[in-house]
T-cell receptor, first 115, second 111 residues
Framework: EAGVVQSPRYKIIEKKQPVAFWCNPI?????LYWYRQNLGQGPELLIR????????DSQLPKDRFSAERLKGVDSTLKIQPAELGDSAVYLC?????????????FGEGSRLTVL | SQQGEEDPQALSIQEGENATMNCSYK?????LQWYRQNSGRGLVHLIL?????REKHSGRLRVTLDTSKKSSSLLITASRAADTASYFC???????????FGSGTRLLVRP
C-alpha cells in the first residue's frame, strides 16, 4: 500500500514568490493534515481536513497561506507571497477518522528554502 | 504553541545501552503518542498509549504514562545505531482530534 505522497521534496525560491505543495494521502483516509516543522522543532498544525471540509484552520496564516482539498482526496498548500520566515519543512499527514485511531501517517515532507 | 516538552533535548549513548526520553504535557489528554523522525524524513508512528493505560510495550519500546504528573517516558532497550533519530511525543486532548507535538529529543546511538 502506498504511503502519503508529497511533492516537491525540495523547493528553493526567492522571497515574494509563490509556492505550492501537493499531497496525496493514503487511500481511504478521509482526514488530512498539513503541518509546518521549523528546524529543531516539532511539527505544528496548520490545517486539518475532514473530507473536503477544513475543520481546523485556526493556525493557518490566512493572509498568505491557502489550502484546498477538492474532492476530498488530494490537497494543495499554497504560500503567496513567501517570506524568509516561511523556510521550513511542510509535512502532510493523513489518518482514519474516529476517536480510537489516533495514528497519523506522514509523508516525507517538502523542504522550502526562501532566499 | 506546543503542549509537550521532551527531556532531554539531546541524548548520546553507546550501542547496546538503554535510552530513556521523557515528555511532559499541560492539559488533560485522550492519548499520547510517540513518533520517530530520521533526518530529512517524515515522522513514523511508534506507539500509542491511552489515558487509562499506565504502561505499554512494543518490541524494544516501553512507554509509561503518569496522568497525575502529566508525563510520559519512552524507553528503548538494547539500542542500535539505526535508532539514531529524533523522537517526538504528541498529545491528543480530550474531545479533540488535534495532535500536538513536542519539540523532540535527538538521540544519537554510537556504534
Amino acid at each position: 500500500e502506498a504511503g502519503v505522497v508529497q511533492s516537491p521534496r525540495y523547493k528553493i525560491i526567492e522571497k515574494k514568490q509563490p509556492v505550492a505543495f501537493w499531497c496525496n494521502p493514503i487511500s481511504g483516509h478521509n482526514t488530512l493534515y498539513w503541518y509546518r516543522q521549523n528546524l529543531g522543532q516539532g511539527p505544528e498544525l496548520l490545517i486539518r481536513y475532514e473530507n473536503e471540509e477544513a475543520v481546523d484552520d485556526s493556525q493557518l496564516p490566512k493572509d498568505r497561506f491557502s489550502a484546498e482539498r477538492l474532492k476530498g482526496v488530494d490537497s494543495t498548500l499554497k504560500i503567496q507571497p513567501a517570506e524568509l520566515g516561511d523556510s521550513a519543512v511542510y509535512l502532510c499527514a493523513s489518518s482514519l477518522a474516529g476517536e480510537d485511531t489516533g495514528e497519523l501517517f506522514f509523508g516525507e515532507g517538502s523542504r522550502l528554502t526562501v532566499l | 504553541s506546543q503542549q509537550g516538552e521532551e527531556d532531554p533535548q539531546a541524548l548520546s549513548i553507546q550501542e547496546g545501552e538503554n535510552a530513556t526520553m521523557n515528555c511532559s504535557y499541560k492539559t488533560s489528554i485522550n492519548n499520547l503518542q510517540w513518533y520517530r523522525q530520521n533526518s530529512g524524513r517524515g515522522l513514523v508512528h511508534l506507539i500509542l498509549i491511552r489515558s487509562n493505560e499506565r504502561e505499554k510495550h512494543s518490541g524494544r519500546l516501553r512507554v509509561t504514562l503518569d496522568t497525575s504528573k502529566k508525563s510520559s517516558s519512552l524507553l528503548i532497550t538494547a539500542s542500535r545505531a539505526a535508532d539514531t533519530a529524533s523522537y517526538f511525543c504528541a498529545t491528543r486532548m480530550d474531545s479533540s482530534y488535534k495532535l500536538i507535538f513536542g519539540s523532540g529529543t535527538r538521540l544519537l546511538v554510537r556504534p
